[in-house]
């Protein structure tokens, strides 16, 4: 891995946006240059801003005091109401909230920064903490070093009531060995996260990764003249121009476009009828269904679909 320099300054273009194409910040502060194995910026987003500065240890101290003073206010307002006449119950009900709203108000309180790039062939993240020229991790990704993507997104639910969206985007080569991985949470379910959110910086890469694999695709074409899409385990799916073949629990079954009565994706379901097509309950004929986390590249299937096939209903 070539030699990365993370205290150099990295000034944007005045074309380049964020991951989610918004302007740029004026203020906005790359204290990472991205390394120019993954090509020219598409796209490039920060969280320090020129005028961010470090809190100082006693302003901080300051801070945790105050909260830990709040802990200790809500656990005597608990002994109170709750009318705890026992002694030794007193220090756990005034400690336990004092000590967790310390501990939260000096993980709050730390100086953390990231900025994040991608590029046409790549992508590449710095984080600095403690102080602005203090980058504590930096990592980048070449998109050539891996020939697989999936992505997954689990909303998380507890009683019905919603409380957030863990997603991963995990890069694999051949083998099935991880290259590279992102992954968060967020808190929007049925809209796009909040400008900033490292999920842009995910969904960038993945733009970007697609727009890789598609310029490389037409060689594949012309010679084999079509492209795999494994869906995990032994099944896949080849795509050519004008039909689609199925491989799944080891029956092969090929459509031509004029066999096709309907493909839609809805839900993270892909599903594809043949005309005659009997669906049910228990069972189904004519009917192909697999989900967008088990497919391999599945922005590419979908962008290739569009191309050789027609359009992808909803």
């Given at each position: 891995?070539?030699?990365?320099?993370?205290?150099?300054?990295?000034?944007?273009?005045p074309?380049?946006?964020?991951?989610?194409q918004?302007?740029?910040?004026?203020?906005?502060?790359f204290?990472?240059?991205?390394?120019?194995?993954?090509?020219?910026?598409i796209?490039?987003?920060?969280?320090?801003?020129?005028?961010?500065?470090?809190?100082?240890?006693?302003?901080?101290?300051?801070?945790?005091?105050?909260?830990?003073?709040?802990?200790?206010?809500?656990?005597?307002?608990?002994?109170?109401?709750?009318?705890?006449?026992?002694?030794?119950?007193?220090?756990?009900?005034?400690?336990?909230?004092?000590?967790?709203?310390?501990?939260?108000?000096?993980?709050?309180?730390?100086?953390?920064?990231t900025?994040?790039?991608?590029?046409?062939?790549?992508?590449?993240l710095?984080?600095?903490?403690?102080?602005?020229?203090r980058?504590?991790?930096?990592?980048?990704?070449?998109?050539?070093?891996?020939?697989?993507?999936?992505?997954?997104?689990?909303?998380?639910?507890?009683?019905?009531?919603?409380?957030?969206?863990?997603?991963?985007?995990?890069?694999?080569?051949?083998?099935?060995?991880?290259?590279?991985?992102?992954?968060?949470?967020?808190?929007?379910?049925?809209?796009?996260?909040?400008?900033?959110?490292?999920?842009?910086?995910?969904?960038?890469?993945e733009?970007?990764?697609?727009?890789?694999?598609?310029?490389?695709?037409?060689?594949?074409?012309?010679?084999?003249?079509?492209?795999?899409?494994?869906?995990?385990?032994?099944?896949?799916?080849?795509?050519?121009?004008?039909?689609?073949?199925?491989?799944m629990?080891?029956?092969?079954?090929?459509?031509?476009?004029?066999?096709?009565?309907?493909?839609?994706?809805?839900?993270?379901?892909?599903?594809?009828?043949?005309?005659?097509?009997?669906?049910?309950?228990?069972?189904?004929?004519?009917?192909?269904?697999?989900?967008?986390?088990?497919?391999?590249?599945?922005?590419?299937?979908?962008?290739?679909?569009?191309?050789?096939?027609?359009?992808?209903?909803?």
């Amino acid at each position: 891995m070539p030699e990365l320099h993370p205290q150099v300054r990295w000034f944007p273009q005045p074309e380049t946006t964020n991951h989610d194409q918004a302007p740029l910040a004026p203020e906005a502060d790359f204290f990472g240059y991205p390394p120019p194995e993954i090509g020219p910026i598409i796209s490039a987003d920060t969280d320090l801003l020129e005028t961010d500065q470090p809190r100082s240890i006693e302003a901080r101290a300051g801070i945790v005091m105050g909260s830990v003073f709040g802990g200790l206010v809500l656990g005597l307002a608990f002994i109170i109401l709750t009318k705890t006449t026992e002694p030794a119950w007193w220090i756990p009900w005034l400690l336990l909230p004092a000590s967790i709203f310390g501990v939260i108000a000096w993980l709050r309180t730390r100086f953390r920064r990231t900025c994040h790039f991608v590029g046409q062939y790549g992508c590449a993240l710095f984080r600095c903490s403690g102080r602005r020229d203090r980058v504590r991790h930096w990592e980048w990704f070449h998109f050539s070093q891996a020939a697989h993507l999936r992505t997954t997104m689990t909303h998380r639910y507890v009683n019905g009531s919603y409380q957030g969206t863990d997603y991963v985007f995990l890069w694999t080569d051949d083998r099935g060995l991880a290259c590279y991985r992102i992954a968060g949470t967020h808190g929007a379910l049925n809209e796009l996260p909040r400008t900033g959110d490292l999920f842009h910086y995910a969904n960038m890469a993945e733009l970007s990764w697609t727009r890789f694999l598609l310029e490389r695709l037409s060689a594949g074409l012309d010679r084999y003249g079509w492209h795999q899409f494994n869906l995990g385990g032994d099944d896949f799916l080849r795509m050519g121009h004008g039909w689609i073949e199925f491989t799944m629990r080891g029956e092969s079954t090929r459509l031509d476009q004029f066999d096709l009565q309907q493909a839609s994706l809805a839900q993270g379901i892909f599903k594809v009828k043949r005309h005659g097509a009997q669906e049910g309950w228990f069972s189904s004929t004519g009917v192909f269904t697999f989900n967008y986390r088990d497919m391999a590249n599945a922005r590419l299937f979908l962008t290739l679909y569009n191309q050789l096939i027609g359009p992808l209903g909803t």
